[in-house]
């Protein structure tokens, strides 16, 4: 594994200020944004300059119950290729429930979700990895994640969770210091005690990111500055572990480029000083060899594909059927909970489930507003509004531009909120990309719709 150095999330709105931003050993693209046979001319520039590229997954769900896509799989793999990329990362988090498995309609969360830390979603994930490893033509590094809630009856801390993982599979790391931070501040978790369980020589490379607290809440927008107790996890991580790279991320909001610019400053001071800690401790990399001892060598960065913590070989892959399928359950009810209205399981903090809707409901109309902008445009200040009233009761089928087409023809059949000169243009924006007309509902349809809490696929 080579050594990356100091990054930044490429986005195509900073896509010129990147690029002249000086000190940038290497960019992280999201890979469902990127086209392979069409590559955007400003990662084309970078990688002529030398500029490591690498895709950074968010949709294939290896926490998912079902085993990955092999179409997502194979579009990944093709953007690997098409980036010259040393590595492909990707997130442990389910994103999508139901279906066959479960026997239920299939839902899609539109965002990143906690799997459970238990041994039954342990197995599961551990099968998805391998699956993706064996799909892929680079090391595959997966990502902890940020969480509003927790699900009861956890048998492992995420320490020794993500240990485990990485002793089985030889899956690499990437740790994202934030969302450790934002673990931390919505779950009490403690970052300290998560990096000491780590398996500091599987780490690929570290994420910071930004994020803000709004009701006690923390919440990992990718679009505020670093705050000092993440920079703070980062100066710890680096005194224990010489760390590949460190990643600035940001999504939306986007500062002026100096003050990117002094947020990478800040950033690699951080991992000097702890680098200056880890220096007078006399220590290297630490190998574990169990979740609850540890042993110090100077080994550095674990190299080599699919190499596992402590130079152990990857386990085989564990078939447990009715695993995945207890697992789907839970997802399943988790998730209609969330996007569809239905019951809390239970265990689940009521209060904390439904910030985490408001969330999701936000976040889809967010990123509906990008890939259609002319919605918001046409419904204007009621766009917001109307789309989280429409997400309360519609869960996704099919992807975010599926999504701004269901939400525009629900408005055209059975909403209030367009009405006059934006109804005409809602429509004519329709009929552009759907074809044929949609057909006005009927009294007894509109009644049925309200009560609608599943979407079959």
Request: charged content about 25%.
């Amino acid at each position: 594994m080579r050594r990356l150095g100091t990054g930044i999330g490429w986005r195509p709105e900073i896509a010129d200020a990147v690029e002249r931003m000086p000190g940038i050993d290497w960019v992280e693209a999201v890979a469902e944004n990127v086209c392979p046979g069409h590559l955007p001319d400003s990662l084309l520039r970078l990688r002529e300059r030398g500029v490591t590229v690498i895709p950074h997954g968010v949709s294939l769900g290896l926490g998912d119950a079902e085993r990955p896509d092999a179409g997502r799989l194979a579009a990944l793999a093709e953007r690997v290729e098409a980036l010259g990329s040393p590595l492909v990362t990707e997130h442990i988090a389910f994103v999508r429930a139901g279906g066959a498995l479960t026997a239920s309609p299939r839902l899609e969360a539109g965002h990143l979700l906690p799997v459970p830390r238990t041994r039954d979603a342990l197995h599961v994930l551990c099968e998805n990895v391998r699956i993706a490893q064996d799909a892929l033509p680079v090391p595959l590094a997966v990502e902890n994640i940020a969480a509003l809630l927790a699900w009861p009856g956890e048998e492992m801390t995420e320490g020794q969770f993500l240990y485990e993982l990485a002793d089985r599979t030889g899956v690499r790391l990437l740790i994202d210091v934030a969302n450790l931070h934002t673990n931390h501040v919505n779950r009490g978790e403690d970052p300290v005690k998560a990096l000491a369980e780590l398996p500091l020589e599987a780490i690929a490379y570290v994420h910071v990111a930004g994020g803000v607290q709004r009701d006690g809440v923390w919440h990992d927008s990718h679009a505020h500055p670093v705050p000092r107790p993440v920079l703070d996890i980062l100066t710890d991580l680096a005194s224990r572990a010489s760390l590949p790279g460190v990643l600035l991320e940001r999504d939306e909001n986007f500062p002026e480029p100096a003050e990117f610019e002094r947020e990478l400053v800040a950033i690699r001071e951080a991992v000097a000083i702890g680098g200056t800690m880890r220096a007078a401790a006399g220590t290297g990399t630490g190998v574990r060899t169990g979740p609850e001892t540890e042993t110090k060598t100077e080994t550095g960065v674990a190299t080599g594909g699919g190499s596992a913590p402590a130079a152990r070989q990857a386990e085989p892959i564990v078939h447990d059927e009715a695993a995945r399928q207890r697992l789907g359950l839970a997802q399943a009810a988790l998730l209609s909970a969330l996007v569809a209205g239905t019951p809390v399981p239970e265990g689940f903090d009521r209060v904390r489930l439904g910030v985490q809707a408001r969330a999701l409901a936000a976040k889809r109309a967010d990123v509906v507003a990008k890939v259609a902008p002319e919605l918001p445009l046409i419904l204007g200040s009621g766009y917001r509004t109307a789309f989280v009233t429409y997400a309360q009761g519609h869960p996704m089928r099919g992807g975010y531009r599926q999504d701004a087409l269901d939400f525009a023809e629900e408005l055209l059949t059975g909403g209030r909120s367009a009405q006059g000169r934006s109804r005409r243009e809602l429509r004519r924006w329709w009929l552009d990309r759907s074809g044929p007309a949609p057909r006005p509902k009927s009294r007894l349809e509109h009644v049925g719709r309200v009560g609608r809490s599943l979407i079959r696929r």
